[in-house]
């Protein structure tokens, strides 16, 4: 005589999310606003948000649309043969555009209009 046995799993689903507060700012800025020269421009974004915690704590993310909000890229990423990339401090997002190898002697492209959508995001921070 054979015994046999069948085990039976549940599955349980669990619908958890919590919200994590983020702030959206949208900044659009022409051509004349980059400063720098050759393979190097740079814009300053002044984002009075961005505050110490955001810094130490927070997490920034910079989108750039070249298409009148048809379309975002994410920064950092290399659009239109032209590298993007940027940093901050408390009050400020620094936009980079740079060629990307640069090669001395190269002047880059800025867009003629680029609208810079920066999120801001709380986190919970784990040591």
């Known amino acids: 005589a054979s015994l046999l046995t069948f085990n039976s799993c549940t599955k349980e689903y669990i619908d958890y999310y919590e919200t994590i507060p983020s702030k959206t700012m949208v900044y659009e800025r022409s051509t004349s ?8 421009k740079f814009i300053d974004l002044p984002v009075k948000e961005l505050t110490k915690y955001y810094l130490e704590q927070g997490i920034v993310t910079v989108a750039m649309s070249t298409d009148n909000e048809q379309s975002y890229q994410a920064i950092p990423g290399t659009i239109d043969a032209v590298s993007f990339s940027y940093d901050y401090v408390v009050g400020s997002v620094r936009i980079y555009a740079e060629d990307p190898i640069m090669e ?9 209009n680029a609208v810079f959508k920066i999120s801001l995001t709380e986190a919970d921070f784990v040591q």
């Open 33 to 40: 606003s980059w400063q720098g020269s050759g393979n190097r």
């Open 104 to 112: 001395a002697g190269i002047n880059i492209t800025v867009p003629n």
